[in-house]
Every structure is written in structure tokens, then in C-alpha cells.
């Protein structure tokens, strides 16, 4: 176990003013408390004001996507993209089992069941290769919607997510969804500044949604948004977040259940101050990945790196130990000397609400899921 000590070392050195450190703080290090006083000065902290249409418009800008629209949160963004595609009553929706507990609990908002298909060991997200074995075994088409043989319900939409910002092979997805009439959503939550062949994850699918939750690379306090690139659905997606109103000067008339999903302006204050420091975020992390790839190699344990043809944003750093056994002492090791780490999350399918869901075979999630631990990688601040 002493073995680790250097590692531990390493880590504090790297954080001197964070004891313990943390597996992932915010930085304010820009126009956050003057947007915020803007803010608070304008009256307009609730849910419409000039920081919410700014961040909208440089986010859409940011990741090359015709529209963005802010919400609550990520988890609010996934429920609503989930309708936009059409995701109803009894439908299915295709989803990794290793992922972050949202994903998972978006489709069941819709009344929906998820159904589990294997990640790439080189990716930690959805497998290309198994969800095509799986559809072809499983699934048939009918009256250009995708059946799934062994329960006779639709399968709507696939919902593959980027797992710590490292992109999955989301071109082979979309050619697959394509070719099963599935309607492809992206849970990009994890993966802002994250790129699969040059193009920004989130905007491969008809819609992706990202996260600002008070952990993630950029943040709001709480929040998220919805890209797109379909006039209609953004329309829709603004539509449905408030609270589906007819224009009218004084009357209040709604034509469809709303949500009220918006982000309250002062979030979007403080986000837009964040969205200003997004590259430099994403430099330093490039450079702590650097870092954390040299020291792992001289301790012959296995980091993660970016998969093939992307550039991830490295939001959360990992490393994967040789087993169980390792993965357990590597996290008693560090934790109990003021190095925050954490095993990556249990399978959804294991969980009580999930373990009766249709699966394929999980050998590459199971295999991660015993091995994966994540590591500090808060930005480095000098
Ligand atoms: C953070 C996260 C979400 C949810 O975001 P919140 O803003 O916390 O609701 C959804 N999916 C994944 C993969 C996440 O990591």
C-alpha cells in the first residue's frame, strides 16, 4: 500500500491549498461576483433576464449548434429531451448500464423502461458493436419504428452517454439509430469541450443536453441545457420548460402540460462568467492529464486517455487498477490520507429500481465497473 504514497504526494502537491482534496471544486476565478451584481442590481434574478439569452446564444455558438436552451438542471434537460424524441408511455429507450443515475431515471420520468446494452472498455459509453448485436438479434422493424421482439414495445431512442467527458464512438451509434428508425439523444453532461472528430459531442443526435451542476466543468450553482440543431424542437424545448402559454398580454391560457424548467437569471449570471474561463479550464486539465499520465506509467498503473478520433475535456481524471482488491486499497490508501477518490458507479442494473430491466451482455461494464476509481481534477489554479 505504501506504494501509493508517492502518488498521494503527488496529488497534494499538485492542490497545496485543498486539504483534503477534493475529487472536483468550482473555480471562480473571473466575472463572477460582477455578473452577479449585475444581476442582483437589475431586479431580474428570477426566471427571465438578459443572462439567460446571452448564455443561450454563446452556448449555442460554443458548441456549433443552431440552438440552446438553459434549464434547471441536467437531470430537467434529459427528462424533457426524452419527450421531444417522442419517448412515451411504455416505449424503451437504450442506455449503458454504467452511467451516472440520471440518465437512468430521465427515461422512467417518461413512463418508459430503459433497456441495457455494453460499454467500450476504450470509451467507458455505449458500445457501437453490441447495440448493433443486440438490435439484430432482438429487434425487428414495423411501420418504420423499431420493435423489440422479446416485449413487443417500441424502442424510441438511444441514449448514449460520454463518460467523464471522454466521447463515445457517437458516429457509429448515429449510423446504427439511422438505420433502426431509434431517435438518437446525447447525454453530454460530463462532456462539454469534448469533441469526436471534430465535431462537439452533444450535437450528433437530434438533441443533447449538458450539465452545470456545482461539480462539472463549468457551472451555474445548479443547471443545464438543451442543444439542437431543429428550429421546432427548440422552440419546443423553450415552450415546455416554461409553462406552455399562449402569448397573450394578460391572459393565462396553456395549451399543454409545461414543466417550468427554466434557469433563473442569476444562475445564468454566474454561468456566464464560467463559460468565459471554459478554455482555460479545458487547457489546464490537459495539462493535469499530462501530469497524471506520466506519474501512472512510472507506477505501471493504467490512466485513462482519450479514446481514438476525439479530444476529450478530461473533466474527471481516472485510472484503472489491475482488480477488486487493488481498486479497494488504492481508495482506503488515499482517502485516508487526504486524497478524495471514488469507485466509479455501481451498474444501473444492479440498483433495486432497474435489476428487473431487459440487458445484453455486460462484460466490458462489469469489468470497468470493479476497476475504474476517479481521481482529483479540480482545476489547477496558480
Ligand atoms: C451530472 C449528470 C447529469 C445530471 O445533471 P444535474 O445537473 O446534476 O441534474 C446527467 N447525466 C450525467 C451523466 C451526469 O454526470
Redesign the pocket.
Known sequence: MSEYFEIIDFIKSIYPDENPVPLHAPRFLGNEKKYLNECVDSTFVSSVGAFVDLFEKEFAKYVGAKYAVAV???????HVVLKLAGVQNDDEVITQPL?????VN?ITYCGARPVFIDVDTETMGLSPDALQKFLLNNCRIENKTCINKSTGKKIKACLP???FGHPVRIDRIKDICDEWNITLVE?A??SLGSYYNNNHTGTFGKVG?F???G??IITSG???AIVTNDELLAKKAKYITTTAKIPHKWEFVHDEVGYNYRMPNINAALLCAQLENLEKFLESKRKLAGLYSKLFRSHNMKFFNEPANAKSNYWLNSVILNDRIRRDEFLESTNNNGVMTRPIWKLMNKLEMFKDCQAGELKNALWLAERVVNIPSSVIVK
Do not use: P, R, Y
Not at 434547471?72 to 434529459?78: H, K, S, Y
Not at 452511467?99 to 440518465?103: D, R, S
Open positions: 434547471v438542471n441536467g437531470t430537467a434537460a434529459l452511467t451516472f443515475i440520471a440518465t430521465s452517454m460520454h463518460t447525454d453532461a460530463e443536453i450539465s452545470f451542476n461539480n462539472k445548479g443547471g443545464g
